[in-house]
Structure formats: C-alpha cells, structure tokens
C-alpha cells in the first residue's frame, strides 16, 4: 500500500510540468475579444439611444422612478447583460433598465 502511494505521488510530480504547459498554451490560443467594437457600442447612453431610443432592459424590469414608469425600452436580457458587461455606468439607478428615456 505504502509504495502505491509513493508511486502515485511520483506520477503526480513527473505529471505537473507536462499539465503546466498545456494549460499555458490553451490559454495563450484562447481567442481575445475585440474590445473596441463593444466599448463604442456601449460607450454611453447617446450612442445607445441611437440604436434603442428608449433602452434596453432586462425581460422583467420595471422602472424604479416616483413619476410615470418607462415601458417602451426594448425588453432584452442577454443585451441588458452584453451592455452591463461593456459598461455598467449605463443603468446608474440599477433598475435593469439601461439608458431609459421618458
């Protein structure tokens, strides 16, 4: 039992350096994302409004406001979290609503 261990151990260690590499080298060939094009799609909330005049929101978001509440914004989750990733300034009441306009 004892030398099962002791072999395991060495087939560890004699392993570590071959898995450091093949880490190393899937993330060197991972894909980089194009940063600019998201940044100026979501750069701020008058270059969104260009695209989406009222917003993007998340599917159930309501608008956190003590006047008349805002409905009319595109209502998309998966584009609410692409711009919140992009730029989380765009939905500073942190409603889920991005870049609403009354």
């Not at 039992?1 to 260690?13: D, N, S, W």
């Not at 450091?20 to 008058?46: D, H």
């Not at 009222?54 to 609410?80: C, E, K, L, P, Q």
Request: glycine share 6%.
């Amino acid at each position: 039992m004892r030398t099962l261990k002791l072999l395991l151990v060495v087939v560890v260690l004699a392993a570590a350096p071959v898995l450091g590499a093949l880490v190393s080298s899937a993330q060197a060939s991972a894909p980089v994302p194009a940063v600019s094009t998201i940044v100026a799609k979501w750069k701020n909330c008058t270059v969104v409004n260009h695209r989406l005049p009222h917003g993007v929101g998340r599917s159930n978001a309501i608008d956190h406001t003590s006047g008349v509440r805002v409905t009319n914004f595109r209502h998309d989750t998966a584009m609410y979290k692409r711009a919140m990733a992009a730029n989380r300034g765009l939905d500073r009441d942190r409603d889920g609503i991005a870049c609403e306009k009354r």
